[in-house]
């Protein structure tokens, strides 16, 4: 009996001993983490790939005065990461809300060789997961995700319809015309750019020169020919605006365009206030002899500018 109990004790003290010696959980590989986690996120907002990238409290914000933080961020993140870099792009609009967690266009993750071929051995593991050839390069998609094998790059992207252009309403409407009318009355290159400096912090770039928000497009220079073109996607009611720039009556510099119309003075000549010309422009349909056949280009009779909708206004402030 005490030889029995002799060997279990040293049974049970070898298997212990075995057990402390088996090594710990292999930690599952950087690719195959991303792959899991991204191929699982539902929507697109930012918040939503916190399980794939971590905490993301530190985002600075969609604002194009956040690039450079942004760019750091991005920074921060690979290296939490493990990976060579990160690409973060994120829908710069008010209209779908929220700059610390905006919806997320596309994410772009460089991988190394070991990480590519953990991803690319994860992606023939996932359901619905397939491989296409797009320009002689094997491509592994998976829902939204996809891997680029010949450039170690892993894509997380969504497409989304454009968006809607809202319809102009009262407080719109009043911010745009005291917006241009500020302008105009204080009269300085000074005011231009303090309007332009405010403009870029809250708008977003289009193609380097232009600047979005839910309602306008904006080109501008402040440098050298100062000045500032506002366009409108819907034509704002332009009333308010001309009884502010003392416009009782106008005319067309050629009513025969029945592309766009350009709005004169009563006398037909260019709207002037203060320093600056204001170029006001309007759509045909705002006036019938527009579309007509014309066989001269003789100035019309002035008419009240009431019911005129503006699809683009310019100030341009006039040398000294």
Known sequence: MHVLRWVVAVCAVVSVGAWAKQPPPKTPAVGEVLVQTLSAVPGDRLNE????????????????????AVAEFEKKL????????????????????????????????????????DVLDTFRHVRRAKSSKVKDAVVWEAGRLVYADATKT?????????????????????????SIVSIVKDGTAAMLTKFVDELQKRASNRNGSQWDDERVTYSFNVTDSKFIELSFAKPMDGAALFKELGLAQVTFENPCDANFLVVLTARAEPVKVGKWQVELTTSPSDYAGSVRVCTSHEAVKPMSPEKLKLTGVRLSLEAK
């Open 49 to 68: 790939f916190v399980p794939a990238l971590g905490d993301l409290k530190d985002f600075p914000g969609t604002a194009p005065s956040h690039d450079a």
């Open 78 to 117: 690979a290296a939490r990461l493990g990976v060579k870099s990160v690409k973060l792009e994120t829908v710069r609009n008010a209209m779908v809300g929220d700059d610390k967690n905006p919806p997320v266009s596309t994410l772009t993750i460089q991988l190394d060789e070991k990480q590519g071929a």
């Open 154 to 178: 892993l894509t997380w992207s969504f497409s989304r319809p454009a968006l809607v252009t809202p319809d102009w309403d009262a407080a719109s409407l009043e911010v745009t015309r005291k």
